[in-house]
């Protein structure tokens, strides 16, 4: 049985999702409440995580351990990298790395992680495929599919936008999405993230994301509810 669990790190993020499961009964784990019912047909478990990637590796494990998912999405807003991204545009992860993580004196590549071999970890093929015409329903023509960069920062600068993108070569950069997408790598649990551009992540970020912010979680919440209605046909 497909179980899918979806992780948004705010409330605006998720909202929209609780609103329409069916069947919905709730249980708390480590400060987390997580919702657990029927979403556009599918067995489905929706937790809002909290910023930063521990809050999300945190909760993409409770899911693995408590909830049996069998997929993880991550849903949420980000900070586009790519100048043919606009706000409201939307990224289906091929694969994310953490663009904070630095062990290069150890002789490591920028956001390496030590003992992991990847640098970047690979999102499910099917599950991008499924995201990726979600999207093109909702947004049509609006979509790519690229690499998601992570790091436990705001980016609202043209400097660090550009570090950035040296060392990752991302489409579009958030906060969680790496520690969801490692915790996926190592229990074995294909994942994808799909994000709504919220924002440039550079000098006008901080004007951007709070008028931005909430149109753009909502867009990628309706897409999270059109893939969990593709993967129902499908199973």
């Excluded at 329409?20 to 249980?27: F, I, L, T, V």
């Excluded at 993880?72 to 586009?80: E, L, P, R």
Aim: charged fraction near 20%.
């Amino acid at each position: 049985m497909v179980r899918l669990g979806i992780i948004g790190a705010m409330q605006v993020e998720v909202e929209t999702l609780v609103g329409q499961m069916e069947n919905c009964h709730a249980s708390e784990k480590a400060g987390s409440v997580f919702y657990c019912g029927v979403l556009g047909g599918l067995d489905v478990v929706v937790v809002q995580c909290g910023v930063g990637k521990v809050n999300a590796a945190l909760c993409a494990q409770i899911l693995c351990d408590c909830f049996a998912v069998t997929h993880i999405v991550n849903t949420g807003v980000a900070g586009s990298l790519d100048a043919a991204l606009d706000i409201g545009d939307l990224v289906v992860s091929r694969d994310a790395m953490h663009h904070d993580f630095d062990c290069c004196k150890l002789g490591y590549t920028r956001g390496q992680v030590p003992g992991l071999e990847d640098l970047a970890f690979p999102a499910d093929e099917a599950l991008v495929q499924h995201a990726f015409a979600a999207a093109e329903q909702v947004n049509p023509g609006h979509t790519r599919i690229g690499r998601v960069a992570s790091g436990d920062q705001f980016i609202s600068s043209g400097e660090q936008k550009e570090q950035i993108i040296a060392c990752t070569q991302a489409l579009c950069t958030e906060m969680e999405g790496a520690g969801i997408a490692q915790t996926a790598y190592r229990n074995g649990v294909p994942y994808v993230i799909l994000r709504a551009i919220s924002d440039k992540a550079d000098d006008s970020s901080e004007m951007d994301y709070p008028t931005f912010e909430k149109i753009a979680a909502h867009r990628c919440a309706l897409v999270t509810v059109t893939l969990a209605q593709m993967m129902k046909k499908t199973t």
